[in-house]
């Protein structure tokens, strides 16, 4: 699939400098940690839709991409898209026709996801008198973890998939299944080879790690590029503050930066904001650098894809002001019942100080979709509750693979709560010993609300 993203990609190359490195958790030397962050914005403003799994939601069928041309002072359509969804409200087929010769050039069919929105499969076909395999993305995850396992690119050759490339992590957990290594191998000329490889350290019994230390693997031997230490964290788990060391290899020295995140969230605009503030050291004192905003919108639209950014800007520090780098912004029209019609996306120009066009997409033919039954099928199928009846203990397995986690309640006939666990992942054991012998109801609610009940019975 290739979409017409000018702007965003312009951003994006701007923004790598500064947010390289932002989210040290688990992060190899051979991932874009930009894209990291990008990724997590999205998957919050997937989180938000899910949340309206209990209602109708509203998706487009149709997409028009245009291009500013500045010099007639117009837009160019270049690129229309037809979109089929499945019960989730995700992209099940996406059809592109070039608009500059009127003619399909490419489809993705049979896209697959699981219960948090990430892709488990596409095949990418492309139009010559008929509709041809070209390739196809397979994507696996963790069970214990829910991190990437396993992602690869197939060609079909021979009316067959042969794979052609591709990442395979393989992650070492420990007390309480933390992930104490990632070991990162690419498929390169038929066989898989290292690639990276991630040892994070933790502090008592914590969850998140405390230092995270990066390593190449360069003729032979693991050659440490990347050190993280100081990863503090807010109380919801997110990134606080971190220190990155980065190998120089033409200074022959380790370069220190100081990164800081503040996250925020705006009710009357629809957004959240992540801010990154650098820092670099200077003698023996930490010296703003740069700091970026990245503005995403939290009303859910799950079709928008990579443009739900509402807004990316990029400022370097000079003495004690802060000097704008880049700033791209989207402005939006929504329709009489909340929908988001169109976006164009805005570059400001330095020298002439006024924002130009870039990019604009047009949707049309709205559509309603009911995404309830589809994520409380898939919650149902992730869990299990065991033994049933039980004398005291109850064990409660949730397959990661399937959803992101859950919480869980049981209550007793009369509807009064008699146990809660607010975070529910892998596999818990819970003590029911001191409850009278009875039927009891236990509800299990998806980070993507959806919600299930089960009965069980305490001897």
């Known amino acids: 699939m290739k979409r017409v993203l000018i702007a965003l990609a312009s951003a994006f190359l701007t923004l790598n400098g500064s947010i390289c490195a932002a989210q040290p958790t688990l992060a190899t030397a051979g991932e874009n940690l930009q894209n990291k962050f990008l990724q997590a914005a999205l998957a919050k403003n997937m989180e938000h839709a899910k949340s309206q799994a209990l209602a109708t939601i509203r998706v487009p069928t149709q997409e028009t991409q245009y291009i500013w041309s500045a010099e007639g002072a117009s837009w160019t359509p270049v690129v229309h898209y037809t979109y089929t969804y499945n019960n989730q409200g995700l992209w099940q087929t996406i059809t592109e026709r070039s608009l500059i010769t009127n003619q399909e050039t490419d489809r993705t069919i049979d896209i697959v996801?699981?219960?948090?929105?990430?892709?488990?499969?596409?095949?990418?076909?492309?139009?010559?008198?008929?509709?041809?395999?070209?390739?196809?993305?397979?994507?696996?995850?963790?069970?214990?973890?829910?991190?990437?396992?396993?992602?690869?690119?197939?060609?079909?050759?021979?009316?067959?998939?042969?794979?052609?490339?591709?990442?395979?992590?393989?992650?070492?957990?420990?007390?309480?299944?933390?992930?104490?290594?990632?070991?990162?191998?690419?498929?390169?000329?038929?066989?898989?080879?290292?690639?990276?490889?991630?040892?994070?350290?933790?502090?008592?019994?914590?969850?998140?790690?405390?230092?995270?230390?990066?390593?190449?693997?360069?003729?032979?031997?693991?050659?440490?590029?990347?050190?993280?230490?100081?990863?503090?964290?807010?109380?919801?788990?997110?990134?606080?503050?971190?220190?990155?060391?980065?190998?120089?290899?033409?200074?022959?020295?380790?370069?220190?930066?100081?990164?800081?995140?503040?996250?925020?969230?705006?009710?009357?605009?629809?957004?959240?904001?992540?801010?990154?503030?650098?820092?670099?050291?200077?003698?023996?004192?930490?010296?703003?650098a740069s700091r970026t905003s990245i503005v995403t919108l939290t009303t859910g639209e799950t079709y928008l894809g990579a443009q739900s950014f509402s807004e990316l800007k990029s400022e370097f520090a000079i003495g004690n002001e802060w000097m704008l780098a880049f700033h791209l912004l989207a402005e939006i029209t929504r329709d009489a019942n909340g929908n988001i019609t169109e976006l164009i996306a805005k570059n400001y120009d330095l020298e002439t100080e006024a924002y130009e066009n870039l990019t604009r997409f047009v949707y049309s033919d709205f559509i309603n979709l009911n995404t309830t039954s589809a994520e409380n099928e898939v919650l149902a199928s992730a869990l299990q509750l065991y033994p049933n009846p039980t004398h005291d203990n109850l064990s409660i397995a949730l397959d990661l693979s399937k959803v992101q986690g859950a919480s869980l309640s049981i209550h007793n006939l009369t509807g009064q709560k008699v146990l809660e666990l607010a975070s529910l992942r892998g596999e818990t054991v819970v003590d029911l010993g001191h409850l009278p012998s009875g039927v009891y109801m236990v509800r299990v609610t998806g980070t993507n609300k959806a919600g299930i009940t089960r009965k069980i019975v305490k001897q």
């Open 113 to 288: 996801y699981d219960a948090q929105g990430r892709q488990l499969e596409s095949i990418h076909q492309a139009w010559n008198n008929a509709w041809v395999n070209e390739t196809r993305s397979r994507n696996e995850y963790d069970a214990q973890s829910g991190q990437p396992k396993l992602s690869t690119e197939e060609e079909w050759r021979n009316n067959s998939w042969q794979l052609e490339s591709g990442t395979r992590y393989t992650y070492t957990t420990g007390t309480g299944n933390r992930v104490e290594q990632t070991l990162t191998e690419s498929y390169e000329s038929g066989a898989w080879v290292n690639s990276s490889r991630t040892v994070n350290t933790f502090s008592g019994s914590g969850t998140n790690p405390v230092t995270s230390t990066t390593s190449e693997w360069d003729n032979g031997a693991w050659v440490v590029t990347d050190r993280t230490t100081d990863i503090t964290y807010y109380e919801n788990g997110q990134v606080k503050s971190y220190i990155e060391e980065v190998y120089d290899e033409e200074e022959e020295a380790w370069v220190k930066s100081q990164y800081t995140l503040t996250y925020s969230e705006d009710a009357a605009k629809n957004t959240s904001t992540i801010t990154i503030v650098q820092a670099d050291m200077v003698g023996e004192n930490w010296v703003p």
